[in-house]
């Protein structure tokens, strides 16, 4: 052994996703739901890595387990080596033949529930060998990290290694009930500022508060959330006029469209890591929901 080389025992790899899961959330009981396991295992896990690489590689602070100087200098490269790993799973993946296994989609939340849900289990159903698991979710799952194959997004992912399609566009409009609109009709955009207004949050849809603001930049919302179907359901009460998109708020027969100028659009993106695109199971779903995307087009749009 050449001069100043330390006797280390061997790592166990593995320990690297422990690592960076507790790395990542800052506590081994999140750490432990994220790779589904006990909080026990993480802490022997990365325990035995700090044995193997005689580093203490976390202190723990009131606000959780926080790396020491030395797990941050080798995070970037642990990271890596979690990379490529996913990297080779993938490639063996693309090798499969059939619509068999499992894959996952995530979207957002409303348009995964109202939208996909019906379309991509009917997919499922004609495809018995094939297991769909839709996780419509606020947050944003990543592709490269395998917690999702297909994501449907309504903005375009710049990451490398992800192929990406625009594939529809989705419109907005205004909508309130009979009941409502009997008691309170609205003639103009300028009214809006005198009706209790059922919108996204400041975080959501940029798109429909723009067009708002354009409309009436004195109007103020009564009620927000982060998800449509929420504002579909206070509108079905009377409590206000909704901003919903046109497929959701169509199909609601006890809701009336309140017409406005210069409806927007917001465009639909499909993606998929380039490692992937040709797994028989990933691209025979991803084709589906291509295909089914352009033929709403009246659906999503009002047309």
């Not at 006797?7 to 589904?36: C, E, F, H």
């Not at 200098?73 to 033949?97: D, F, G, K, T, Y």
């Not at 809006?192 to 508060?209: C, F, I, Q, R, Y």
């Amino acid at each position: 052994m050449p001069d100043g080389c330390a006797i280390m025992p061997n790592m166990n790899w593995d320990d690297l996703r422990y690592i960076l899961a507790v790395a990542k959330t800052g506590s081994l009981s999140k750490a432990a739901a994220q790779l589904d396991c006990d909080h026990t295992t993480v802490g022997r896990r990365i325990e035995s890595a700090e044995k193997a690489l005689g580093l203490t590689l976390f202190v723990r602070t009131p606000k959780g387990y926080r790396p020491t100087v030395d797990a941050e200098r080798l995070l970037a490269p642990m990271q890596e080596v979690e990379s490529a790993v996913h990297a080779v799973e993938r490639s063996a993946q693309a090798n499969l033949a059939t619509l068999d296994g499992t894959v996952r989609i995530t979207s957002p939340e409303t348009f995964g529930i109202s939208y996909l849900a019906p379309r991509v289990a009917a997919f499922g159903r004609d495809n018995p060998g094939l297991t769909i698991e839709l996780m419509p979710v606020g947050e944003i799952l990543s592709l490269g990290n395998r917690e999702a194959e297909i994501a449907v997004r309504f903005f375009r992912s710049k990451q490398k290694n992800l192929v990406v399609q625009k594939v529809a566009e989705i419109e907005y409009a205004f909508y309130a009930s009979s009941a409502y609109l009997s008691r309170r009709p609205v003639s103009s955009p300028k009214d809006l500022a005198n009706h209790p207004l059922l919108l996204s949050t400041p975080g959501g849809k940029v798109v429909e508060l723009d067009w708002l603001k354009r409309l009436c930049p004195t109007a103020q919302p009564s009620f927000v959330s982060t998800i449509s179907i929420a504002l579909l359901a206070a509108a079905r009460s009377s409590a206000g006029i909704a901003i919903l998109p046109r497929y959701l708020g169509d199909a609601a027969t006890d809701l009336e469209l309140v017409p406005m100028p210069h409806p927007p659009r917001e465009p639909v993106w499909l993606t998929i890591h380039r490692d992937l695109r040709r797994t028989p199971r990933v691209r025979g779903l991803f084709e589906f929901l291509v295909r089914s995307l352009r033929s709403d087009s009246a659906l999503l749009c009002g047309d």
